[in-house]
């Protein structure tokens, strides 16, 4: 007997849900993983010393070349030396996932034995995005938050370093998955948070707002220049180093060849 129409079609429509079914468990074992993973990993070495050992400590001296610094989470660590500043040597201190703690608590170990002429900092959406998961510690997190930076930003100024502080980067499009881990308040405490970072400006601290320059003065990263939810692609680093092309120099004598180290 032949398989009627009828028939044909809800067997086709069984086989997509369950083959979308099989993907999106996938995606979900991955992503569990991947969380799995990086919480195990923070257990080990809850500040990420490890991740730039003593041995990762480049002989800077011989270079003759002052040496700017990136600095914070993996929005740090994402983001490439600008071109076109020759005669300095760049290297970066991010790590991916970590909070304001985190990053303040390995500043002796990973910024001091470098001893940077210019600190950028960019840290602090880790600290807020907990907010979506802990709304009854929002005013904790974000005043710890402010109190993290406000530190960072002192040592670096104590090291004898100008400092370049960003505002946090506004996030992207809201995305499916994510949601169930989001809240609105969060937008909330990164506004509350940036107000505090642009009261930091100072002779020595140059804020960089980058709500205007990613975010065109809104709540969301202009799709343009987002890799995904909380992070940027090249287009979106190389806006925010048009900036630093123009803030650099004040700090720095540009001569001969510069260089980026990792």
Known sequence: MMMSRSVKIGFTLLTLLLIASLGLNRYLYHEVWTYYVEANSVRLDP????????????????????VVLFFGDSRAAGWPAPT???????????????????????????????????????????????????????????????????????????????????????????TIDRRPFWSPDVIGAIKQVNTFITGLQSDRVTVLDTTNILAHGTEQTDPAYTQDFLHLNAAGYEVLNQELRQVLPKFLPIAGVGRLEQ
Do not use: W
């Not at 010393?49 to 011989?62: C, F, G, N, T």
């Not at 009854?136 to 090291?159: F, G, K, P």
């Open 47 to 66: 500040l990420g010393l490890k991740m730039y050992p003593p041995s990762a400590l480049q002989d800077i001296s011989a270079t003759n070349q002052p």
């Open 84 to 174: 076109g500043i020759p005669g300095v040597t760049f290297i970066n201190r991010g790590a991916g996932g970590q909070t304001s703690a985190q990053v303040l608590g390995r500043f002796t170990e990973h910024v001091l034995p470098l001893k940077p002429r210019v600190i950028i900092i960019q840290v602090g959406v880790n600290d807020l995005k907990t907010i979506a998961l802990f709304p009854e510690r929002r005013d904790t997190i974000v005043s710890d938050c402010e109190a993290n930076i406000q530190e960072i930003v002192t040592l670096s100024l104590q090291s004898g370093a100008q400092v370049i502080l960003t505002t946090i980067f506004m996030p992207g499009q809201l």
